[in-house]
């Protein structure tokens, strides 16, 4: 259960940020789902992706709905605010929480029943408003703390624990996003810790909507022959246009990439990241070409992975409404009333 | 031949207008209504309008009353009759001995008109054609042209109308002129073809005094920006979008930091009111303090999320804009039917704080007290305001704001105090009082985060689902909203002059009628004493009023007697001694109604002895 606390004694040796934060002090209470779930390898990419970009842990604000995925923020960072929200709702609750203090980073969690299903569109919605954000779908396919039903995000043809074929089609998150419009829009893998990691820290530094759609097995619920959210089908499937690095801070950039396979991109927070191209003609800057190249991978099965649309010149929700500076949870009463002088004046226009 | 004598009198009447939607008579009328305020002598307007933008019936109604009866009166002395679709039942509304001012352009068959009223006919559209060319100009100066008429039958001041006029078009000197000339050429026609003045006159008066005039929406708008609303997140639904509107409007003239040009606000139109209500919980969260406006249908899709406001205790303030239900119901009509839906809103044991402001002045009190309740108590707030005071514009004392006033922000424990070593626990109740002490996210880097849930938890907002420790919560809960009992706007008494076994409650826009309908009461010798709820929970003040008084008349706008059911339900009271007084066709409910209602019941309880009655 989630209350179960972690031991706090840790090796003296353990490596430490920049802050001088170690690991431990990105990660959550224990986990309390399945042994080997998906999610719990999200959960470690997290940590690790927060711990190398120095993080202030309660300088975070997570995020979540309802549902496997969306108890995950209890088991990271224990020292930020976390928000377990209504089903499918975490996007507004987000869109609220990033109005109210622009300054701090927002961590959406979700699953593809809290974001394809009964949130579908919240996801749309919070997307196109470009909220400055990095929204995680953990996605499995199926519907885990209920007990295996198809999720809308199972394939078409794919087959459920119980051997029921799914005969709906299948809502692709990472095509959605990027037609509504994100500007940073990423497909990985779970199980693939090395893509994903850098993968959420450059969506972290990302200034608007960045969108990271994580194919996360449901070990005890779809995880069988005829699934098409399984590791092993993952696995075969997987077809990954690049890999990242993401280099914080001075940090020069590795040399032992070959030349022309790499293309470096700044961040808005002066990060950057190195793209090593595995697929030579895909381009992440055309939204276009990568809707295009999605959907002709996924007519022949693929699943697309990697970094698949960046705009580094995007904005967000606050420019759109022009806010100040200042977070606006922190305005009182002397910035915030126009008082009783105003108020005369308007009595006197309305007589 | 008139069966009937012309009904005479001065400062007290009401004239309705029949118009089409979209013909751009709301601003002509509106005028009518103001000019009539710049003679010192009050009235109280109200659009009666379709859920339609142009083709179907409208009206709009000004009861022009010197004696400051602001509640709907019910009759009409005078139609101004420009609805051909509407004209049998308008010309059938009429009182015996009014009158009926028409465009007499093409001729009327006699049978179209009754024997017991004064016709007057004006060729407005023959008066229109002849000086203006282009479609628009003759729609629009058709209604300032009746105007005019109007103004000579009435006997008003054409000063004061070309000095609204002068208001409304400063600057815009083409239109200015052509609008007084417009007014010129209907007062002069009738001036001189007919007889001005007729029976119904205004008469200069100083009866208006101070008071402004304001929609309800607009002035709870207001409220939110002087109250320090930052977030507003709302979805478009009849009679509530215009506060919204207002707070967007309000919030550029008042909200931007005149140096960078940057707004001290965020305003979001959701893409549904679950989202909307979403947003404002989110960013209460984060501690801003946030709002939502919507009317039933919202408040329906709304709940959910209002019961983790309340088991998560996240301050929320929504206002809700009434209108007649169930389902879609009749969106543009007016009802107090949303008190059960708000009091207990969503699944599970919940309560919530309800406001009821009698008028604008008090929707901007009780909007701008509603976010220092919300961050008090940790709660959702509801403003329950309903269309005949949220789109009417209503007479009201003026605005008032006490710079001295600072926000309060409720308990929330800072970084200093987390230094200190106040324990911390996020739903534990150290003073007593129900309320727990919150963090905003982000403020300390070891200590003081929590995580919000709307599962249960303990007091340290660890989760739990130990039977013990969830009633625990429950229990602290109900510690709460008694505090906010004491917190909330207590309940206004005003006593008969002589002691009276009878009592009256009421709330919201009932108000109005209500004090007229106790003069008219009065004068069928009837005693009653009055209480005038402004908030949910009760205060003590309720109990004790149905303590005193052997039966208390419960008068509202809704079929089921809502509130007397949230009084019967919370007072543990028996329902006998509380009388309901129901008005709910969507109209606004008017003082001949309460009064006849309640005289009624008051005679039948009267028993007069046997032998008394036989002698």
């Known amino acids: 259960m989630t209350y179960i606390a972690k031991p706090k004694f840790h090796h003296p040796g353990l490596k430490k940020n920049d802050l001088g934060y170690t690991h431990r002090d990105y990660e959550g209470k224990i986990s309390t789902l399945c042994a080997g779930c998906g999610h719990d390898s999200i959960t470690a990419s997290i940590i690790e992706a927060c711990y190398e970009l120095s993080i202030e842990p309660h300088r975070v604000a997570k995020i979540s709905g309802i549902g496997c995925s969306s108890k995950t923020p209890d088991y990271f960072l224990g020292n930020s605010h976390g928000f377990n929200s209504v089903h499918g709702r975490m996007p507004s609750v987000l869109t609220g929480a990033n109005l109210a203090n622009r300054d701090l980073i927002y961590l959406g969690v979700s699953g593809d029943g809290d974001s394809a299903s009964i949130g579908f569109g919240q996801f749309a919605h919070s997307i196109r408003r470009g909220v400055n954000m990095t929204y995680i779908v953990e996605n499995n396919g199926v519907y885990g703390l209920t007990k295996g039903q198809f999720s809308a995000t199972a394939d078409r043809g794919s087959k459920s624990k119980k051997g029921v074929t799914n005969t709906d089609n299948a809502i692709d998150l990472v095509a959605i996003a990027l037609q509504l419009g994100a500007t940073f829009v990423a497909r990985s893998f779970s199980g693939d810790k090395n893509q994903l990691v850098p993968l959420i820290a450059a969506a972290i530094g990302h200034k608007g909507a960045s969108f990271i759609d994580v194919i996360s097995p449901c070990i005890a619920f779809n995880n069988h022959a005829g699934s098409t959210k399984s590791f092993d089908y993952v696995r075969e499937h997987n077809d990954a246009v690049n890999r990242l690095d993401v280099l914080v801070g001075r940090d020069p950039i590795a040399v032992d990439y070959a030349p022309g396979t790499v293309q470096v991109v700044e961040q808005h927070d002066g990060s950057k990241i190195a793209l090593r191209k595995i697929d030579a003609d895909y381009d992440p800057h055309d939204r276009l070409g990568a809707q295009t190249f999605l959907a002709k991978h996924a007519a022949k099965g693929q699943i697309v992975t990697g970094l698949l649309y960046v705009d580094p010149d995007a904005d967000d929700l606050h420019a759109h409404l022009n806010t100040v500076e200042t977070p606006l949870n922190t305005l009182e009463a002397d910035t915030l009333c126009p008082g009783s002088a105003v108020l005369d004046k308007i009595n006197a226009s309305l007589r | ?615």
């Open chain 2, 1 to 615: 031949m008139s069966d009937k004598k012309p009904i005479s009198s001065v400062n007290d009447f009401v004239v309705r207008f029949a118009n089409v939607n979209g013909s751009g008579s709301a601003s002509a009328n509106e005028m009518f209504a103001r000019a009539i305020l710049r003679h010192g002598v009050p009235v109280s307007p109200r659009n009666i309008f379709p859920s339609n933008i142009q083709g179907l019936p409208t009206w709009y109604e000004v009861r022009v009353t010197e004696a400051g009866h602001l509640g709907a009166r019910g009759g009409v002395d005078m139609m101004v009759a420009m609805n051909p679709q509407t004209w049998d039942k308008d010309v059938a509304g009429i009182e015996p001995g009014g009158y009926l001012f028409y465009d007499s352009t093409k001729p009327m068959p006699s049978t179209k008109f009754r024997d017991d009223i004064t016709v007057i006919g004006v060729p407005l559209t023959a008066i229109t054609n002849s000086t203006y060319t282009d479609p628009r100009q003759r729609q629009l100066f058709k209604n300032i042209i009746y105007l005019g008429a109007l103004s000579a039958l009435l006997e008003m001041d054409p000063k004061l109308i070309e000095q609204l006029i002068g208001e409304q078009y400063k600057g815009k000197e083409k239109l200015l002129s052509s609008n007084v000339h417009a007014l010129h050429l209907g007062r002069d026609w009738a001036l001189q073809n007919l007889k001005c003045p007729i029976g119904l006159r205004v008469k200069k008066s100083d009866k208006v005094g101070d008071r402004i005039f304001i929609e309800g929406n607009s002035a709870a708008a207001l409220g939110a920006v002087y109250g320090g609303a930052t977030v507003c997140a709302w979805y478009p639904i009849t009679p509530s979008s215009s506060v919204a509107e207002a707070f967007t409007a309000h919030c550029k003239k008042y909200r931007h930091d005149p140096e960078t040009g940057k707004a001290k606000y965020a305003i979001i139109q959701g893409e549904d009111e679950l989202a909307s209500i979403g947003i404002v919980i989110g960013a209460s969260w984060n501690g801003a303090r946030a709002f939502t406006a919507t009317s039933g249908p919202g408040i329906s899709l709304m709940t959910e999320f209002i019961g983790l406001s309340y088991f998560a205790e996240i301050p929320a303030v929504i206002m809700n804009i009434q209108r007649a239900g169930p389902s879609t119901g009749m969106p543009t009509r007016t009802q107090q039917c949303d008190i059960i839906a708000c009091a207990y809103a969503s699944h599970g044991d919940t309560k919530h704080v309800l406001l009821f402001p009698e008028d604008p002045a008090e929707a901007f009190e009780f909007a701008a007290a509603a976010f220092d309740l919300a961050e008090r108590i940790q709660t959702t707030i509801f403003l329950m305001l309903d269309l005949d005071i949220g789109m009417n514009h209503r007479l009201c004392r003026p605005l008032k704001w006490d710079d001295a006033k600072q926000y309060d922000r409720g308990k929330v424990m800072t970084a200093e105090m987390l230094e200190e070593g106040r324990d911390f626990g996020r739903y534990l109740d150290v003073d007593g009082d129900g309320i727990p002490y919150r963090t905003y996210p982000g403020t300390h880097p070891t200590k003081g985060s929590y995580f919000t849930r709307g599962t249960s938890r303990d007091r340290y907002a660890r989760y739990s689902e130990e039977g013990s420790v969830y009633a625990d919560n429950m229990q602290r809960l109900v510690r709460k909203f008694e505090t906010a009992q004491d917190l909330v706007p207590r309940p206004l008494q005003a006593n008969a002059e002589r002691p009276t076994k009878y009592g009256v409650i009421y709330f919201g826009s009932t108000s109005p009628a209500m004090d007229e309908a106790i003069g008219l009461l009065e004068a069928r010798g009837h005693q009653l004493d009055r209480l005038r709820i402004r908030a949910f929970p009760f205060h003590s003040s309720v109990a004790s009023f149905l303590a005193e008084h052997d039966f208390v008349y419960v008068v509202e706008q809704n079929r089921d007697s809502q509130l007397r059911q949230l009084i019967v339900n919370e007072n543990g009271i028996d329902p006998v001694r509380l009388v309901p007084i129901v008005h709910y066709d969507g109209t606004p409910i008017t003082a001949r109604y309460i009064a006849k209602a309640i005289g009624d019941h008051q005679d039948h309880l009267k028993v007069t002895p046997l032998r008394k009655a036989v002698s």
